[in-house]
């Protein structure tokens, strides 16, 4: 493959922002991600959360942070993000 057709591979893979929830195990964090979707009766809009396994392949993320991720090839039997960066560092104390 060429590095203009890699480049545009990356271009085209979604990417989403989430908040890392747990990172117990190795090269995984799990992420929760938040949408907002209107009731159709009612029209008042409703938190819905969807967990998400990424690969995390130096384990530095915490618990909290505020991370991107990305579309990937499947990795294991459930995950099929991974990491992009980490936008905002949760302070742990």
Same mark, same amino acid.
């Given at each position: 493959m060429t590095e203009q057709a890699i480049n545009q591979a990356d271009k085209t893979q979604r990417t989403v922002v989430a908040? %890392?929830?747990s990172n117990k195990m190795n090269k995984t964090i799990v992420v929760q991600v938040?949408?907002?979707?209107?009731h *159709?009766?009612?029209d008042k809009y409703i938190r819905r959360f969807s967990k998400m396994? %990424?690969?995390d392949e130096d384990?530095?993320?915490k618990v909290?942070?505020?991370v991107v991720i990305q579309q990937?090839? *499947?990795l294991s039997k459930?995950?099929?993000w991974k990491l992009v960066e980490i936008l905002n560092k949760e302070d742990q104390q």
């Open positions: 908040k %890392v929830i938040e949408r907002k979707v209107k *159709p009766l009612y396994y %990424v690969h384990n530095t993320c909290g942070d505020v990937t090839r *499947p459930t995950k099929r």
